[in-house]
């Protein structure tokens, strides 16, 4: 299932070190936003972007709908810049 401020979590076959959970919504993956996308666009660039180790940007419904689509755009952004430099810095 799909929502408007990410991908929706249904089944989730996570290692346990992970923290992804049933129910978590994904609105970032990488370098792209899932948020305020069509179904097809969420589609096309969580699949353009899904790998073993990708970078993701997760809450779950019941923290996301207190926030505005720009608000959750906005600080996944913001995760995303971070965490990607601090990667590029290890490497």
Known sequence: LLLISGYLVNDCFAE???????????????????????????????GAEFCDG????????EELQHFSLQSISRRASDILDTTLSVMSAKA
Do not use: K, M, Y
């Not at 992804?20 to 660039?45: F, K, M, T, W, Y």
């Not at 990708?54 to 419904?61: E, H, M, P, Q, R």
């Open 54 to 61: 990708a970078s993701l940007v997760v809450g779950t419904f």
């Open 16 to 46: 346990p070190e992970q923290s992804l959970q049933s129910g978590d919504i994904i609105v970032a993956i990488e370098r792209r936003l899932l948020v305020d996308l069509s179904e097809d666009e969420v589609e096309e660039n969580f």
